[in-house]
Structure formats: C-alpha cells, structure tokens
C-alpha cells in the first residue's frame, strides 16, 4: 500500500495518544486505520492532541504543520452525538493553526466507549462522525469521507471509558 497515514488523533474527545506507544500498537493502529482510508499517490497526515507528538506511517516523514500544535479535547457525554457552541469553536480555531485549510480533504472518524451494543455504538459514532463533519463543512472544510468504528478501536492503555467517546480527523495533502 502506497498510503502514508498517521494513526490517529485529532481527538474531537480527544484525548493524548501516549509518545510511549510501542511500535506493535502503532502498526496496529494503522493497519486498521488503513482498511478504512486508501490513499495513493498522497501523503496522510494525523493530527493528535499531545504537542510536538507527530507519528508518521514512515519512520522517515515528518509532519510540519502540526508542530507546535496543540489541539482542543472536546468530550462526547455518554450517548451523546453533541458538540457545544464552545467545544466547535475550540476545533474551528485550531484548525488553522494547525495548518489545515478549508481545501484539505478531511476525513471524520467516530468512535464510542464499550457501553451498548454494537449496534448502537455504531450508529452513535456515526452521528458524532455526522455532527463534526457538518460543522466542519458549514465553515468551508472539505470532508472526503466520514466512517463510523462503534467500539472497535479503544484508545491504547485508556483508564477511562469516557476517553473512547470521541471522533479522529485525519488530513490528505497533495
């Protein structure tokens, strides 16, 4: 695969990925990631909301535009596809300071905790995936795919259940 995709998180839950992740789980998590987004010819970048964390498919690439970035954590309540006015301007705002621009094709990835059923979980991060999406495209961003995971991608080494109830942005530049 010809993909260069940075596992996830521009948590719009958000919380840090751990800099101590071993190199298992980040396979891990890319290969998952990699079902999901098949990107050629381009490079894929992750946003995550751990400063100066940047972790690239290729142990060579760097990502520039998220140096020094720290992005906002927005929860979800429990069954909730909800984003406060504040929570959409936190992301809004740090959009750009991150060097993303409204032609940068976004893709939206929602995801629950362990809580209900498969079913529900997955319906829920598709419309907390839906929810951030539409905002995202109501302030002029480019959404090239949005994708409901349910339950099956808890962050690694997560102690909590509320840390799961999220939704990761992934960017394409060309």
């Excluded at 993303?100 to 498969?118: A, K, Q, R, W």
Aim: charged share 20%.
């Amino acid at each position: 695969m010809n993909a260069h995709l940075i596992p996830i998180l521009i948590t719009v839950l958000l919380l840090s990925s751990s800099p101590l992740m071993t190199r298992e789980i980040r396979q891990e998590r890319f290969s998952l990631l990699s079902e999901i987004v098949r990107v050629t010819d381009r490079e894929t970048f992750l946003l995550t909301s751990t400063p100066n964390h940047r972790q690239p498919a290729c142990e060579e690439k760097t990502v520039k535009a998220t140096d020094g970035c720290e992005l906002p954590v927005v929860h979800f309540q429990l069954g909730s596809a909800e984003l406060s006015l504040s929570e959409q301007n936190a992301l809004l705002a740090t959009l750009p300071q991150c060097g993303i621009v409204p032609e940068t094709g976004l893709i939206v990835i929602g995801h629950t905790c362990s809580l209900g059923t498969e079913k529900r979980n997955r319906i829920l991060s598709r419309e907390r995936a839906e929810q951030v999406a539409a905002v995202l495209h109501a302030h002029g961003y480019s959404i090239s795919e949005v994708t409901a995971m349910g339950s099956q991608q808890p962050i690694p080494g997560n102690k909590h259940l509320a840390g799961n109830r999220r939704v990761e942005l992934a960017f394409t530049r060309p």
